[in-house]
């Protein structure tokens, strides 16, 4: 795909959503409810159709099982970074949960992917397409699960908790992990070595842009500048986090493992991603404070842009 209509595609999935959103926010044009429900309709019907079609066609050789890995490590290595932080930064609360789920979250797959088609190509972009879907997989079987477990931490006295097999089961099995049965389904069709129909691939494309403004409109309409300066400040101590410590961590665990230049570039890229999209998603169902990660989300995206992207250009070209 030419770098000119992946610039298009960067602005009409990413930057119309998100303008509309906000738009529509200060129109008081629509309520919360019917962006949860935007949300939920994503999650449950278009990424499991996604995730479906994605693991299809997905070759499982030995040669890229290290990078699924990456896909989950990325994830947990600033979010136990992010844990030993926040322990002591807020009480049990909806703060808390916030700061977890940007710290845990990471925007590998648009701008993370993005980047890395024009640093390394194509062979970069298939790379980084492997490491997001399994984020997107601690997304949904991990983050969501703890999401449930805090949101009931929240609403009920601790000594109230339910711990029973039954309430342990509905962290886990609930519609929003329809995405992670999708996965499972797609690996099973490969394996069974039932080919996916060729129509299917421009029903794949169509989805993708479908998806992205079912993704990032509720975001739009989740930002509010004015909220979102008090907490600037409380998460700065998240960005060294992001940009430095699991960047070096990344980096020197792929350095054992791949010789491929684009390969270790696609790790690097990736590691360097900042708070993903998918954390104010996580707050907005959960009703954590969305505030809080609308802006980790927007001061690590334009700490990217502005020092970070630079220099991954400087370290790869």
Wanted: charged share 10%; hydrophobic share 50%.
């Amino acid at each position: 795909m030419e770098i000119a209509a992946k610039l298009m595609y960067m602005f009409t999935d990413l930057v119309l959503p998100l303008t509309l959103g906000y738009y529509c926010r200060q129109k008081q044009w629509l309520s919360e409810t019917f962006c949860n429900r935007i949300i939920d309709l994503n999650i449950t019907v278009f990424c499991t159709i996604l995730a479906i079609l994605s693991f299809w066609v997905m070759p499982l050789n030995p040669t890229l099982l290290w990078l699924p890995v990456f896909g989950i490590l990325l994830s947990f290595i600033p979010g136990l970074a992010g844990y030993w932080i926040v322990r002591g930064k807020y009480p049990d609360g909806p703060e808390k949960a916030s700061y977890l789920a940007a710290a845990l979250l990471s925007n590998i797959g648009s701008l993370g992917g993005l980047c890395t088609f024009f640093l390394l190509g194509e062979a970069g972009f298939a790379y980084n397409q492997i490491v997001a879907l399994f984020q997107n997989l601690v997304f949904f079987l991990f983050c969501f699960p703890l999401a449930s477990y805090y949101q009931k931490q929240l609403h009920q006295p601790m000594a109230e908790t339910d711990a029973s097999p039954s309430s342990l089961a509905s962290l886990f099995f609930t519609r929003k992990q329809l995405p992670t049965l999708g996965t499972f389904a797609g690996i099973l069709l490969y394996t069974g070595g039932i080919p996916r129909p060729d129509g299917l691939s421009s029903l794949f494309t169509a989805l993708i842009h479908i998806s992205a403004w079912f993704a990032f409109f509720p975001v739009g309409y989740s930002i509010q500048f004015a909220e979102m300066k008090h907490y600037y400040r409380s998460i700065l101590d998240l960005l060294p986090v992001k940009f430095l410590f699991t960047p070096l961590v990344g980096y020197c665990i792929a350095s054992q493992l791949f010789t491929d230049r684009a390969a270790l570039g696609t790790i690097l890229i990736a590691a360097s991603s900042p708070v993903g999209i998918n954390s104010v998603i996580l707050a907005r169902l959960y009703d954590f404070n969305v505030h809080l990660t609308s802006a980790a989300f927007f001061l690590s995206t334009a700490v990217f842009l502005a020092v970070v992207l630079p220099t991954l250009i400087l370290c790869l070209s």
